[in-house]
């Protein structure tokens, strides 16, 4: 199986620092089901394509795989996978371009940061829900997407057409975050993996998925098909990335949702443990293979269920509420800026735009702006927010900009009150003290209102290991937040009361706390 990058950005062999492989070397890795292989067709200046060749051994993944595998086919000698992409590639992928799906590269730091224009090419792609599919998980990305059926036999056309898709991924992108969506996606298209699935799955899909799959319109889908239909990973991992993100983007863009097929539906309802499923499973991929478009009515079941176990679990657990904690965390800081009085508001580190837009929902504030770090979160946020059929009397009232919160920037000041919304702990420590200053030596809001996980408070969350997303270089508790508040708040001519965020649980108190910064008159 093959899979070809390519990139026109001058100079083209920059792709090789990226990679961290060198394009005039040809370099081979060792996989427990085959060989890894990449090597470059082309490279110059102004055209260069990586390839990563990987070569399955199908006797050796009989062996090793057949016989303790979700997957049925692999029990059988001759199969599909050595040809068509798969978790196999994906797995190849995360070992061989570890550093590059990281964004680091200590010859040019400057270079995994900055978008490249790309083209990916997977000549043979299994995909259960045909091109359709392939479209709606990677044109919400930004990707310009070419997916291409393949017949069964060119010599009998009538037999019609395979369920594999020749895929051609076009745009703009940093090389890491298009790593990552392959990462992910390839074996949700082929709706299969080769090796059973942990509950570390659950680690490796926030992590791949950081910074795009908490706002994908398909992310039920994504998660329950990456996490092999195990409801109950599926119902953790969503409620991770409730905290993360916003379920009011399937409100407003609803996606066609999927079940599981009947066999696993039936054996899921037979038995309490989601991991006792996979003989049923297995023994099922016999038959025809599962609808990828199920019944609206089941979908909407499903997508409750695990809504319901978003709210429960967002909210630390306990009853659920009806809303995750991000849902409840921005109602909460649209409420106290209300009560503050703002009439202009700037988030900073605004993302995907859940907060931009229910600012700009409400009238009374006059002047609504964001600022993030990454142009792709920016680009999605447009997109969501409608930019482009937004009323010219709405649209007067939004700025949208890229920044980053420790440079100053005369961009941030004049607002009755900035947001940093889970935004602190995924700056490092040592660069706190210029957040600091950017924000409250020189934009000088009237208010400035900070949320940050409570970490007091992760012992709640079923399957949580360390910290509650990869990203956080650290989380504090209510003792370290409360201290950093008031020293700030101190240092910089402002008052600070704390609040908590969700349900505030006796022992270990709230999931998130909020620090309400309220400058002094006189300063």
């Not at 061989?96 to 224009?117: S, Y």
């Not at 119902?235 to 916003?246: N, W």
């Not at 202009?344 to 859940?354: A, K, Y």
């Not at 020293?487 to 969700?502: C, D, I, S």
Request: glycine content about 8%; aromatic content about 6%; hydrophobic content about 40%.
């Amino acid at each position: 199986m093959l899979l070809t990058i390519t990139t026109t950005a001058r100079p083209a062999t920059d792709l090789g620092f990226l990679l961290h492989k060198h394009p005039e070397r040809v370099q081979e890795f060792g996989q427990s089901f085959g060989t890894a292989t990449v090597f470059y067709p082309e490279a110059g200046d102004e055209r260069c394509t990586a390839a990563l060749m990987l070569e399955v051994d199908p006797i050796a993944l009989v062996r090793s795989r057949g016989k303790g595998s979700p997957d049925f086919s692999l029990s059988q000698y001759v199969n599909d996978r050595p040809y068509a992409a798969s978790s196999l590639l994906a797995v190849a992928l995360a070992d061989v371009f570890r550093t590059a799906r990281a964004g680091r590269c200590r010859a040019r730091p400057e270079l995994p940061g900055t978008p490249l224009p790309l083209e990916l090419r997977l000549p043979a792609l299994p995909c259960r829900g045909g091109p359709d599919l392939a479209r709606r998980l990677f044109e919400p990305l930004g990707w310009e997407v070419a997916a291409q059926p393949i017949v069964l036999d060119d010599g009998f056309p009538e037999w019609g057409e395979s369920r594999y898709v020749r895929l051609t991924l076009s745009g703009s992108a940093r090389l890491a975050d298009a790593l990552n969506h392959l990462y992910v996606l390839l074996p949700v298209l082929d709706d299969g993996k080769h090796y059973w699935i942990a509950p570390d799955e659950v680690d490796k899909l926030i992590r791949a998925g950081e910074g795009w799959l908490h706002g994908h319109p398909e992310r039920g889908l994504i998660t329950r098909r990456y996490l092999g239909r195990r409801s109950k990973l599926a119902r953790t991992a969503l409620a991770r990335l409730a905290e993360l993100g916003d379920e009011t983007e399937e409100q407003l863009e609803p996606a066609v949702e999927e079940d599981a097929p009947a066999d696993e539906a039936a054996t899921e309802a037979e038995t309490a443990e989601p991991e006792a499923t996979g003989a049923g499973a297995t023994t099922g991929e016999t038959a025809e293979p599962p609808t990828d478009l199920e019944p609206a009515r089941n979908a909407a079941a499903q997508d409750a269920a695990a809504q319901d176990a978003e709210a429960r679990e967002g909210a630390g657990g306990g009853a659920p509420k009806g809303r995750s904690l991000s849902v409840r965390r921005r109602e909460t800081v649209l409420a106290k800026l209300e009560q503050l009085g703002a009439a202009s508001v700037i988030d900073l580190g605004c993302g995907q735009g859940e907060l931009v837009g229910a600012l700009l929902a409400r009238p009374r504030f006059a002047r609504v702006g964001g600022m993030d770090v990454s142009s792709m979160a920016l680009t999605i946020a447009a997109r969501k927010l409608r930019l482009d059929r937004m009323p010219d009397t709405k649209r007067a009232r939004l700025t949208l900009f890229q920044g980053a919160l420790t440079y100053t920037d005369k961009r941030l000041s004049g607002y009755d009150a900035a947001v940093l919304m889970e935004v602190i702990e995924h700056v490092d420590p040592p660069r706190l003290a210029a957040l600091e200053r950017v924000v409250f030596a020189h934009a000088r809001p009237g208010h400035v209102l900070v949320t940050t996980p409570n970490i007091e408070h992760n012992v709640r969350y079923e399957f949580l290991t360390g910290l509650r997303h990869p990203d956080h270089r650290f989380e504090w508790t209510r003792a370290e937040f409360a201290a950093w508040a008031t020293r700030v708040a101190g240092q910089h001519g402002y008052q600070v009361a704390f609040e908590p965020v969700g349900d505030d649980d006796p022992e270990v108190g709230p999931p998130t706390q909020m620090g309400v910064f309220t400058r002094d008159q006189r300063s």
